[in-house]
């Protein structure tokens, strides 16, 4: 665990304000939730919650289909991490951590859908440069209650490949219903 050298006092009401650094670094937002843990120390931990991210396993057997039947990379992220990925490289993806770009999209419930076959595309995680070697995109928010919690992410690596109707369909029924599955 990582010192700080911030120390809070509980107020009358128990609560304890996080400092902005530390919220900023791992980018908590007010409204975002927490799970709150202890140790048999005595240590009380907070940890960001993604309620997507319960579904881990899930979100990658999902992914493996997608892949498979779109034939392209796929992608399922929370709202901080990639969580899922299939048809591309795990190391390359896998636990990394979105790109600015990504968060902007998902926090305006956009669909993103590259124009054409370029070179430039949406970065997906913050290591990726604009100059990116996946030709040809979908980026479809999962929404649950009202809220983005995620996305679902294809991709191409074919520099003649755009992406069409059917795999906008596609990402649109995969995050629809991880979304339902958050629900219930």
Request: hydrophobic share 35%.
């Amino acid at each position: 665990m990582k010192a700080t050298g911030v120390v809070r006092r509980i107020d009358d009401l128990g609560r304890v304000v996080i400092p902005k650094e530390i919220r900023k670094t791992l980018r908590i937002k007010e409204g975002d939730p927490l799970e709150i843990f202890t140790d048999r120390e005595g240590q009380v931990i907070l940890k960001k919650y993604s309620p997507i991210g319960e579904l881990s396993e899930f979100a990658a057997g999902y992914a493996e289909t997608l892949s498979k039947t779109t034939g392209h990379i796929a992608c399922i992220t929370d709202k901080d991490t990639i969580i899922a990925v299939s048809g591309g490289s795990k190391k390359e993806f896998l636990e990394q951590d979105i790109s600015q770009e990504l968060e902007q999209l998902m926090e305006d419930k956009e669909v993103y859908t590259s124009k054409d076959n370029g070179d430039v595309s949406m970065p997906i995680s913050k290591n990726d440069s604009k100059e990116r070697k996946y030709n040809a995109q979908v980026v479809y928010p999962i929404i649950s209650n009202g809220d983005t919690i995620g996305t679902v992410i294809l991709m191409s690596k074919e520099a003649n490949t755009k992406m069409n109707d059917v795999e906008n369909k596609v990402a649109q029924s995969a995050a629809t219903f991880l979304g339902s599955q958050m629900e219930i």
